[in-house]
């Protein structure tokens, strides 16, 4: 298996896009930084 390249991800965003992302799409409708602080809270990580 190859490893991906520094550019590999960015190209496949990019690909994403194009085909009209769903996640995309969610984004532009429902503003999710509303959750973070119950996010936050519900699921406390340890590197910060």
Not at 2 to 8: I, L, T, V, Y
Not at 9 to 16: G, H, P, S, T, V
């Amino acid at each position: 298996m190859k490893q991906p390249g520094f550019f590999d991800i960015d190209e496949r965003l990019k690909a994403l896009s194009a085909k009209g992302d769903t996640l995309e799409k969610l984004s532009g409708l429902v503003d999710f930084e509303r959750f973070r602080p119950l996010l936050a809270q519900a699921i406390p990580r340890s590197d910060g």
